[in-house]
């Protein structure tokens, strides 16, 4: 037989053997992660390593080590079965999480046996234990790419459900605004209710005497100054006073008992109607009425990309 038929026929059987009984390999492992026997390795050992003792013998001339001796075709038979078993573990581990077709017949029968074929292929003669290297190596590099690819996508559309579902029960209800001297200092954990602080923090003299919410909800009504009530960040007003200031836009005005500290104990809230939404801006009196009434008239339906922004964590 010539080398070349011999080298041919040797990695076929080797990927022959490896089809046959690998799949009782993969039974194995999965014995053993959930509390099987380790041992139960060394029982499936014996089989494949003698079926591949087999090949070597049958066909000496494929490979250097098979060649030299029933010592070096029992170690060629032993490193083919140790190399196409760490193969195989791991294409049935990337195939689970690529969750490719290959775990069904007939592709499971053809792949489970490509990692002994390349095992063989890298004990055969130079230039095929080369390609078999080759082979091999960009297998595992494309793999390893695609698993850790898979898993960053699948991160990423779990992240991207996530944000869909938290933002469809509040979508209508997200608005956005600038409000000249004042910046955003963060927003309630729905994202609806925005907190406004100044810039110049040397107003400030009594904690969130200045602070600003943008707030919005659903339902209107005409009769909106019937049982309004008022909150702001310093306190709340259960009866406050209530303007039509013009069709859709009302003005509340409050005040709180004073505190031991001390404050600027009247609120104010500006309402505006936008559909079938309200929304609501409030402070202390210690922010000018004009800086709320701007605000609450230049609130607007956040755009899409801002509504990501607004309940993605940073």
């Known amino acids: 037989m010539s080398g070349r038929k011999a080298v041919v026929r040797q ?8 089809s046959l009984l ?3 390999l993969l039974w194995v492992v999965v014995v053993i992660l959930f509390g099987g026997s380790p041992a139960l390795l060394a029982l499936l050992a014996v089989p494949m390593v003698g079926a591949l003792c087999l090949v070597a013998w049958t066909v000496r001339q494929g490979s250097p080590l098979t060649s030299r001796g029933p010592g070096g ?51 055969s003669q130079r230039r095929v234990a080369l390609g078999a290297v080759a082979v091999t190596t960009a297998l595992v590099v494309t793999t390893v790419y695609l698993v850790v690819q898979h898993r960053v996508d699948k991160q990423a559309a779990a992240v991207a459900a996530d944000l869909a579902a938290r933002l469809q029960p509040v979508r209508d ?24 602080e100044p810039l110049d923090q040397r107003v400030v003299k009594v904690w969130q005497d ?5 707030t919005a909800e659903r339902g209107w009504s005409e009769e909106m100054c019937a049982g309004a009530f008022l909150a702001a960040p310093l306190g709340r007003d259960e009866h406050p006073r209530c303007v039509l200031e013009r069709p859709g836009l009302w003005y ?20 505006r109607q936008d559909g079938g939404v309200m929304v609501r801006v ?16 230049n609130a607007r339906h956040a755009t899409e990309e801002e509504a990501r922004e607004l309940l993605t964590p940073s």
């Open 73 to 123: 075709r029992v170690s060629w038979a032993a490193l083919v079965f140790l190399v196409g078993a760490v193969g195989f573990v791991g294409g049935a581990w990337a195939n689970a999480e690529l969750e490719l077709p290959f775990g069904r017949e007939p592709l499971m029968f053809l792949a489970s046996g490509l990692p002994f074929a390349l095992a063989a292929g890298m004990l």
């Open 173 to 196: 209800l997200l608005y956005v605004v600038q409000i000249p001297g004042y910046r955003v200092s963060g927003r309630d954990t729905s994202g609806v209710s925005a907190f406004f």
């Open 210 to 214: 200045h602070t600003i919410v943008l």
């Open 252 to 271: 509340l005005t409050g005040r709180i008992p004073e505190p031991e500290w001390g404050c600027p104990c009247g609120l104010q809230q500006y309402i």
């Open 22 to 24: 690998s799949p009782l």
């Open 282 to 297: 409030h402070s202390s009196d210690a922010v000018p009425r004009e800086v709320l009434r701007d605000a609450v008239l």
């Open 11 to 18: 990695i076929a059987a080797a990927w022959l053997v490896g």
